[in-house]
């Protein structure tokens, strides 16, 4: 019999995980049915996730047009023992467009993570700020440790499947 799994730990383990975490992989479907993938900085306020890009990105066009983009951070390969079971999370967002005036809750966190100065440079320039807001997530940590993510509850409920 297997023990039990310390869910409270796991918890803390997975807002550690993304509290650490400063890029993120976005993944789109273009109007042609194409998947298209790109990585971004990114900070994560209240429950949601916010990216700050340029208009002349490859994925700018896609995430004005698009009404769900996956969001995905992976551990550092670096750091894990075996890449089969890496640590990572991937949640189904909701983009909005927020523009670039006004935000500075989110401009300031930005400023945090990412330094006050090259913030001051990227928003003279033609970046914008989007909202993510998560649908649906899951988060592995393992081997029979997957865990599907509720982002209204902010709690994470441990996948079993019946093996039979």
Known sequence: MSKPLDMQQITQSYKAFLQHKKTCVLSFVDGEGKPFSSTTPFVYLN????VYMSRIAEHYPLMEQSTVVDVLCVADEAATANPFAIERARWQCQPQYLGNT????????????FHANLMVI????????????PLE??????FGKAFTIDPITDTLTHIVIDKK
């Open 122 to 133: 990227l928003r003279s320039l033609d970046f914008s700020l989007f909202e993510l807001t």
């Open 47 to 50: 429950g949601k996730f916010y």
């Open 102 to 113: 006004g935000y500075e809750e989110i401009f300031a966190a930005f400023d945090q993570q």
């Open 137 to 142: 997530g899951r988060y592995i940590i393992g």
